[in-house]
């Protein structure tokens, strides 16, 4: 059973332009989020995180939006940049089950398109 | 200097033999973990230690034994290789156990087993 769902595998976006990445989770006891970054052959790097305290957050170009309701959070890139092309993927954690390891999603591969 | 480490990069073995992975993180970190991608690129915790204490032991063959001699090295020991443990291995690090900090990933070790 995933209980973090990335539900676009890929994703293709012009150069300049905004990149949204969702992710889906089913567990509503979670209430810390990140997303990462992966490039071929390289491990993970973090990117953003948020509580669920929060609605949103933002670091220079990336902000993560979250929907407690709809049990979404997105990630906008904007403007998205040849360099942004890598493997994203979002997870979850609950801070209330005491375990504090992360569930990931599978994953939404973006192409910037120069 | 690479923040967590992984050796080897790649490992090609055939079924039946034992092989171990190494990991170092040289960033103070309490946390280290081993997460398994597979095929489908889903990221799935395996083991946590803390501090030298195994904290998380999700459901593994018993054939996976991690150990770690301090709190900057996780080594991952795999016996009897099977076909469907080739996946890439990632090792992590975090600064504490019940700490929503991102994760430092290593860069990964493919496991092919023939």
């Known amino acids: 059973d995933q209980q973090v769902k990335q539900n676009s595998p890929s994703l293709s976006v012009q150069e300049g332009r905004i990149s949204i990445l969702n992710c889906d989770y089913t567990?509503?006891?979670?209430?810390?989020f990140l997303w990462y970054k992966k490039y071929p052959a390289e491990g993970p790097t973090f990117l953003i995180s948020?509580?669920?305290?929060?609605d949103k957050n933002e670091d220079g170009r990336f902000t993560v939006f979250l929907n407690k309701s709809a049990k979404h959070l997105s990630l906008h890139i904007v403007p998205s940049q040849p360099g942004d092309s890598a493997v994203y993927f979002c997870a979850a954690s609950s801070l209330l089950s005491g375990t504090y390891k992360y569930i990931f999603g599978t994953g939404t591969r973006l192409k910037v398109l120069a | 200097d690479t923040a967590v480490s992984q050796t080897p990069k790649y490992l090609v073995t055939q079924m039946g033999n034992d092989k171990s992975i190494k990991c170092e993180q040289n960033l103070g970190h309490d946390t280290m973990y081993w997460y398994k991608q597979d095929s489908k690129k889903f990221l799935k915790i395996m083991f946590s230690y803390n501090n030298k204490e195994l904290i998380i032991n999700e459901t593994v063959p018993n054939r996976f034994s991690p150990k770690s001699p301090d709190k900057a090295h996780l080594n991952l020991h795999i016996n009897s290789l099977e076909l469907g443990d080739s996946a890439v291995y990632f090792c992590?690090?975090?600064?504490?156990?019940?700490?929503?900090?991102?994760?430092?990933f290593g860069s990964g070790t493919r496991l092919t087993v023939v």
């Open positions: 948020i509580s669920s305290i929060k």
């Open positions: 567990n509503s006891m979670f209430d810390y």
């Open positions: 992590a690090s975090s600064p504490g156990w019940g700490e929503n900090y991102g994760y430092t």
